[in-house]
């Protein structure tokens, strides 16, 4: 059973940053390559930013790349997203998942999610 638990999502205002965590369990970590995904209210869920499973590769959205830092952590089965100069259109609920293909196919098993709210 894959289990995918993020959390970090909160209010914030423009400008601001905050860090989304991701604990992952039921799969072998350290082998899967990963990405975040959000979902903005009235939108299909979008591809955010992804990293292999080495952590030495990643790939980002244009919209968040220079802002956005994906990382992880295989001792502790952990993804971040480090989120910078937020905006607004940032607001969304946050997923992370493991990818089924380098770098933007989700396998399909998704968390709770975490709400980021940004306020202009």
């Known amino acids: 059973q894959v289990q995918l638990v993020e959390s970090g999502g909160g209010l914030v205002q423009a400008g601001g940053s905050l860090r989304l965590s991701c604990a992952a369990s039921g799969r072998t970590f350290s082998r899967d390559d990963m990405g975040w995904f959000r979902q903005r209210p009235g939108n299909e869920r979008e591809f955010v930013a992804a990293?292999?499973?080495?952590?030495?590769?990643?790939n980002y959205a244009d919209s968040v790349k220079g802002r956005f830092t994906i990382s992880r952590d295989n001792a502790r089965n952990t993804v971040y997203l480090q989120m910078g100069s937020l905006k607004p259109e940032d607001s969304a609920v946050y997923y992370c998942?493991?990818?089924?293909?380098?770098?933007?196919?989700?396998?399909?098993?998704w968390g709770q999610g975490t709400q980021v709210a940004v306020s202009s």
């Open positions: 990293i292999t499973s080495s952590g030495r590769t990643r």
């Open positions: 998942t493991a990818l089924a293909s380098w770098p933007r196919t989700p396998t399909g098993y």
